[in-house]
């Protein structure tokens, strides 16, 4: 396999006026590049071509948006906001990725809840074309590609209160970046909102196990929409993830825990306002917890999961499903249908969204036996019209499963879109966008 390192934008451009096919990538923490086992991922030709390697740099500008260039992880960019007396709104659970690379992906993290997706929080961007040309891109500019763009928005419409559609918006300039996944040029720069920072505080409370009775979980969710302008995030980390943590890190004790993210001067109104009249949940399932430990917390149970699939020789067969409140007690039924084949499980992830990570922990003899339940699945969010992947991206390891989403309609912008911006057919010729 090709590799390459770069260390400074003329790196980059001098290896675009190559032509040789890359996939880009940075920090490596993609859930859906299989780096562990990229013989044979790519044609033999592509080059993965390493990002992180470029000097990062942060500037907050004088009207509070942070602008970010070269690799800078989102646990650099929050402290540095911090520093300022700003906050980033975007907060991926894996603090260590990058953030450009996130933009890329379209990541969303738990904050969408409060603050929307991250599209809705870039500025613009700068990004380098196929000759190496860079280019600035507005998030207030409508997107002109030469092309009617009419159906295609009307599909992506549908999906507009999701994080993120099955494909990208195509509405802003900004659009041509986020979600691509590098398909169309290499993101160099990135402004991005920020908001005056307020110490903020978690209240996480002791439901039963979903699979045994999750109607107080339905109740919760259903209390919680109308206060996304008061509720940052909300989040599930359920009983079987809790079990991977050591004894004394788990607070669950066998049951399930919903965090919710608040300012923590509005913890005596959200109480009084919305968890007083929950009927399913009592008082004593109901704790404060400090910020800091719940954040280690929300971020031990994934690193615990990955490293327990390591651990196999697995890849891990998840799941990143945003559906329609109307579906969501669908959904879960569905995952407790999966949770019934003798394959150990766990699930947690974006409870206010319902967007759920439903990921088994099979051996390798049980890994196809896992691949087609999850076929089945995306089979049933087609129907759902719900949202495959509204997180992490596509990669290598979910093309198979997002091509029935794409109709004719999707299919002919992608070509055009290549034609125009990817020429050569350079930028990650297995990505999605090769249709």
């Known amino acids: 396999m090709n590799t390459k390192s770069f260390y400074s934008n003329s790196d980059v451009v001098a290896h675009l006026q190559t032509g040789m096919p890359t996939l880009f990538h940075s920090s490596q923490t993609s859930t859906v590049i299989p780096f562990e086992k990229m013989e044979g991922a790519l044609k033999s030709n592509t080059v993965m071509g390493n ?9 907050m500008q004088a009207n509070g948006n942070l602008k970010i260039s070269g690799f800078v992880t989102w646990k650099e960019a929050k402290e540095f906001c911090l520093s300022k007396g700003r906050e980033i709104m975007t907060s991926p659970t894996e603090e260590l990725a990058g953030v450009l690379a996130g933009i890329a992906t379209s990541c969303t993290g738990e904050r969408s809840f409060g603050f929307r997706n991250l599209r809705s929080q870039i500025v613009e961007c700068n990004y380098l074309d196929f000759n190496g040309v860079e280019h600035t ?13 009419a159906d295609y ?31 169309l040029g290499v993101i160099d720069s990135a402004i991005l909102k920020t908001i005056e920072h307020f110490p903020e505080t978690y209240i996480f409370m002791l439901l ?8 107080p979980h339905l109740e919760l969710y259903n209390a919680v929409q109308k206060f996304r302008d008061r509720v940052r995030a ?20 066998n049951n399930d825990v919903v965090f919710l993210e608040i300012r923590k001067d509005d913890f005596e109104n959200i109480y009084e306002d919305l968890l007083s009249h929950l009927t399913l949940l009592n008082e004593d399932q109901i704790f404060e917890m400090d910020a800091t430990k719940c954040r280690d ?4 149970v994934p690193r615990a999961v990955f490293e327990a699939n390591s651990r196999m020789g697995v890849t891990k067969k998840g799941t990143d499903v945003q559906v329609s409140a109307e579906k969501f007690k669908e959904l879960l039924l569905f995952y ?11 699930l947690f992830g974006h409870f206010g969204d319902a967007h759920l990570h439903f990921n088994f922990m099979p051996t390798p003899d049980k890994e196809n036996f896992c691949n087609a339940e999850l076929e089945s699945l995306y089979e049933q969010v087609l129907q759902w019209k719900g949202s495959p992947f509204a997180e992490h991206g596509i990669g290598l390891l979910k093309r198979k499963f997002i091509a029935p989403f794409y109709s004719e309609t999707q299919k002919n912008v992608f070509r055009a879109l290549k034609k125009k911006y990817d020429p050569k057919g350079q930028f990650f010729p297995e990505g999605f966008m090769t249709c």
């Open 234 to 253: 909300c989040e599930i980390l359920d009983s079987n993830s809790l079990s991977y943590l050591p004894p004394e890190k788990n607070p669950g004790k």
């Open 153 to 183: 928005q009307k599909d992506f419409s549908h999906y507009a209160q999701y994080k993120n559609a099955p494909y990208p918006r195509m509405e802003f300039e900004t659009d041509l970046m986020t979600g691509t996944e590098g398909q």
């Open 51 to 59: 990002l992180s390697t470029i000097k990062g740099a942060l500037e």
């Open 137 to 149: 891109l507005s998030a207030t500019k409508k997107l002109d590609i030469g092309i009617d763009l």
């Open 297 to 300: 917390l929300r971020v031990s």
């Open 208 to 215: 039963p196990r979903w699979e045994e009775n999750f109607e």
């Open 336 to 346: 407790r249908k999966l949770g019934t084949h003798g394959v150990p499980y766990n």
